[in-house]
């Protein structure tokens, strides 16, 4: 593929930038703080999830399907606030990304599952439209990954074709499904590989 022609870098959130927003380790924390059968929340989890991060249902809904279908000793807004605090910023490369976009030459598009309330959070609180052109979210475009249709859309979105366009994602299935479709994509597994990809692509499209 001819580097020169890439005007477009899509970007994962959960696993390179952030946290994932609520992923096993928060809600086994979770489990043991508001003393939980994590195994039925799990379950229960798996169950729905999906549906709540193409946006059909809200963070309360959810939440009336996964932890309040009983009663509780706790109250809706504490467990909502510690879903919240479970998102933190991963070393270095949101920082490093904000800064570099400034002048690396490219859109830099978000393609992330997010539910609305915990992806609108996370926009806001990590200021991440310093880092993107723009979001296409799960909740949003009512499709996730790895739904094709939801590159497709990304590649309409920003009117790029597949040879265009690069995709960071953590997880290799989600890269294996962008390369399929002629994308080329890499697997974040570390800040400085993944630094050291974007620099290589910044130099070979000012050739």
């Not at 799960?138 to 990954?145: A, D, G, I, Q, W």
Request: proline share 2%; aromatic share 14%; net charge negative.
């Amino acid at each position: 593929m001819e580097t020169a022609n890439v005007k477009i870098l899509f970007f994962d959130v959960g696993g390179i930038l952030l946290s994932n927003g609520w992923g096993h380790e928060a809600r086994e924390e979770a489990a043991k703080r508001f003393n939980l059968d994590y195994a039925e929340v799990n379950a229960l989890h798996n169950f729905i999830f999906n549906v709540y991060e193409i946006g059909s249902i809200t963070l309360d809904e959810y939440l009336d399907t996964v932890i309040f279908n009983y009663p509780r000793d706790f109250v809706r807004e504490d467990f909502k606030d510690f879903i919240y605090s479970t998102s933190y910023e991963l070393p270095g490369m949101l920082a490093w990304l904000k800064e570099w976009k400034k002048d690396c030459g490219f859109r830099i598009i978000s393609l992330n599952n997010e539910g609305k309330e915990l992806n609108d959070y996370r926009v806001r609180k990590f200021k991440l439209h310093d880092a993107f052109d723009a979001f296409v979210s799960s909740c949003e475009v009512k499709m996730r990954k790895p739904d094709p249709g939801i590159w497709q859309l990304a590649m309409g979105i920003a009117q790029a074709s597949p040879q265009q366009c690069v995709y960071f994602d953590d997880r290799m299935m989600f890269v294996t499904t962008a390369q399929k479709l002629g994308i080329r994509s890499f697997q974040h597994t570390s800040f400085e590989t993944t630094k050291k990809i974007l620099e290589d692509l910044k130099k070979e499209n000012l050739k």
